[in-house]
């Protein structure tokens, strides 16, 4: 990535010499390109000039990509540490809530409470159902249990999802033969052009 040593500060105020262009410090707005004192600017580039455009893009997106892979490499690590941190913090409540449930029972209450700063206690945990059996079934035996009839099928929720299946919806659309089963709910949407940089690898 470019350090301050890189910026070369152009005689106008508002725009600096960043990587060979020239940009508005005000607006971002790429003005053109430094050439020698002068500045060439886009506006009045020839399309000879195509090759210094490429070779610009190219190198402003690989300094995207050197962003974005630092990016991640520091969200990861951030991710790390923290997550570290908070199983050492979580392991240090885990003593201190043992500590405090030992001395409740000790004195045999189940309730203490501190005005102004809270309570010690044992709350009932409401029951839960435990599904595991049920869910290490295949889908048919699931989806058999819960067909009408079947003692289970008042205890259990069926859901079905449809999704289009794209592909072969393009292939229909673009087929005389086919294309009638399908035009009645879905159409192909042309984008249009799309203009871009390919650069060799």
């Not at 790390?80 to 908070?86: G, L, T």
């Not at 045999?108 to 700063?117: A, D, F, N, T, V």
């Not at 999802?161 to 294309?179: N, Q």
């Amino acid at each position: 990535m470019h350090t301050v040593s890189n910026e070369i500060h152009n005689q106008v105020e508002d725009q600096i010499i960043e990587d060979g262009l020239v940009i508005d410090t005000s607006t971002g707005e790429v003005i053109g390109f430094a050439d020698g004192g002068a500045t060439l600017r886009l506006t009045e580039l020839k399309v000879e000039e195509l090759p210094r455009i490429l070779r610009a893009v190219r190198s402003l997106e690989r300094r995207q990509e050197m962003i974005q892979k630092y990016a991640r490499q520091e969200s990861d690590r951030i991710m790390v540490a923290c997550q570290s941190k908070m199983n050492k913090l979580g392991q240090q409540v885990s003593y201190l809530s043992s500590t405090a449930e030992r001395m409740l029972s000790q004195i045999g209450e189940r309730k203490m409470e501190y005005p102004g700063l809270g309570v010690v206690r044992w709350r009932k945990v409401p029951a839960s159902v435990d599904t595991s059996k049920f869910d290490e079934l295949d889908l048919p035996d699931k989806f058999s249990l819960g067909a009408p009839g079947n003692v289970l099928s008042d205890y259990l929720r069926t859901k079905t999802t449809i999704t289009p299946d794209k592909a072969a919806i393009k292939k229909a659309l673009k087929t005389d033969e086919l294309r009638g089963a399908v035009e009645s709910l879905f159409s192909l949407t042309e984008p249009g052009d799309k203009f871009e940089f390919k650069f060799e690898q």
